[in-house]
């Protein structure tokens, strides 16, 4: 969590709703709502025409959605990250509508007051040892889990961070996930026979996972040492005599936002680099370490300038960090190699080894996935990219490509959903990775040319085995 896109003059949340049977009541008052209405539009579609139908059930899912996106938010805790993570599979089988509105729960967080986080701050560390420490009452951070506080050691001056997980969300997990499944059905929001249970037994693991502030804490430190030696990254040092299993107190680490005016007025090269050490830092990840930091909010990452131009990235927030079995690692390289080489067949052997489709599939289906895996990668194929996105060096122009939209008009035209199934949750959480990394670098207009990089990473796939 980072302060850089947080207005610390919003409105506070007083008080939780906590207890099981006052989140239960919430969110059953919420579906008997939905039952109501959706009673009403069915009724009301009885006596209207084709046309106006359509764009009837348009406005009833967008308002469903926004209906429960607003309850989600308000209650905090594992239920608005539940949403969150539903707005990444929705757009498998949720109305286009009600995945935008979903959408906007991914954005900040309305913060809690002071008064309801310092008893779990107190409970977690102790009055004495919280007496070394000056903290500002005013959140830098709010999350749907917890949120962040300025502090200051009192002995040295040391500037710290801690983040605060609120009272009651990891109690409230199993009960929450299993009132918001029934929510979801009588919204009527899903398609028919649509079984969500995979994808909310997702939910629930990523939710006790990011609960687990004492692995975090492990996580922060594994990629503090793993990019000790690298001068490109900056990781924060957890301090454990302030951490407990619901704090995580580390140092702060200055630095402004990528979207930051200081950073697009940055040369060409300068943010080149930093473009650069986003990508190379995802590759690293993947194919070499097989551990994925799988969020890319902007919050997550800060970018440290020096007036000699080695410019940093400052990493934060390790919460969702995802470790990867290797033989996904090496079938999901598969499906890269193949949509290098325009080899359909190799594509498919990689897309049904992870889950994607199933056996036998469509040769039409299996060949125009290729031809949407080739578009996919051409930030990594300059040969066959669109010449108006290469500068004069051959580089790729992230910021003057559309490559996500052309993408997802490719998809919609091959109806490619018919023939290929909801992903599976690693390529769910490795997707939103790399669209994040993608957005960083049209955000910071860099122009890169990626194949060395990318055939690095391959190359130690082929090592490990």
């Known amino acids: 969590m980072s302060e850089d896109e947080f207005d610390a003059a919003k409105p506070t949340i007083a008080r939780l709703k906590t207890r099981p049977l006052e989140r239960n009541l919430a969110l ?28 009837a059930d348009r406005r009833f899912y967008a308002q469903q959605a926004q ?16 949403g969150q993570m539903l707005s990444l599979y929705a757009q498998y089988f949720l109305p286009e509508e009600a995945v935008q509105v979903l959408a906007t729960l991914q954005d900040s967080s309305m913060p809690v007051a002071w008064t309801v986080v310092a008893p779990q701050l107190e409970q977690a560390l102790g009055a004495k040892v919280l007496r070394e420490l000056d903290i500002d009452h005013t959140p830098i951070a709010a999350a749907s889990l917890g949120q962040a506080h300025r502090a200051r050691r009192r002995k040295d001056g040391l500037e710290l961070v801690v983040k605060i997980q609120y009272p009651g969300v990891a109690s409230a997990i199993d009960s929450d996930i299993k009132t918001l499944s029934r929510l979801i059905a009588a919204s009527r929001l899903t398609p028919k026979n649509f079984d969500l249970t995979p994808i909310f037994a997702e939910v629930r693991e990523m939710l006790l996972r990011e609960c687990d502030y004492v692995q975090e804490r492990a996580w922060t430190e594994e990629f503090g040492r ?33 979207q930051d005016v200081q950073v697009r007025e940055l040369p060409q090269a300068r943010r ?37 131009g080695r410019d940093r990235l400052v990493l ?15 079938d999901y390289a598969l499906i890269l190699r193949g949509a290098l080489h325009r ?12 889950g994607l489709a199933g056996e036998n599939f469509p040769p039409a289906a299996l060949q125009a996935f290729t031809d949407m895996c080739a578009r996919i990668v051409e930030p990594f194929d300059p040969e ?50 790399l669209a994040g990394v993608f957005i960083a670098l049209a955000t910071l207009g860099a122009e890169l040319d990626l194949r060395k990089p990318l055939a690095r990473a391959l190359s130690a796939i082929a090592m490990q085995h």
């Open 28 to 55: 059953a008052k919420l579906g008997m709502g939905a039952g109501a209405k959706i009673a009403l539009h069915s009724l009301s579609n009885i006596f209207r025409g084709e046309i106006s139908r359509t764009e």
């Open 67 to 82: 209906v429960l996106a607003d309850e989600l938010g308000q209650l905090k805790g594992s239920v608005m990250k539940a």
């Open 226 to 258: 793993r990019l000790a030696d690298d001068h490109r990254y900056a990781v924060p040092r957890v301090l454990s005599e302030y951490s407990a299993a619901t704090v995580l107190t580390t140092t702060y680490e200055s630095g402004c936002s990528v």
């Open 272 to 308: 080149d680099a930093l473009g650069l050490a986003f990508a190379e830092l995802f590759l690293r990840e993947f194919f070499e370490w097989r551990l994925v930091q799988t969020d890319p909010h902007f919050g997550n990452y800060r970018v440290r300038l020096d007036a000699d």
């Open 316 to 330: 934060l927030d390790f919460g969702a960090t995802r470790v990867y079995e290797p033989a996904f690692v090496r």
């Open 343 to 354: 080899d359909a067949p190799m594509v498919g052997v990689g897309a049904t080894a992870i």
């Open 384 to 433: 066959h990219a669109p010449k108006e996105l290469l500068n004069a060096s051959g580089a790729y122009r992230f910021g003057a490509s559309n490559l996500p939209m052309r993408v997802s008009q490719m998809a919609a035209k091959n109806a490619l959903s018919l023939s290929f199934r909801v992903p599976p949750r690693e390529i769910v959480f490795l997707h939103r990775r």
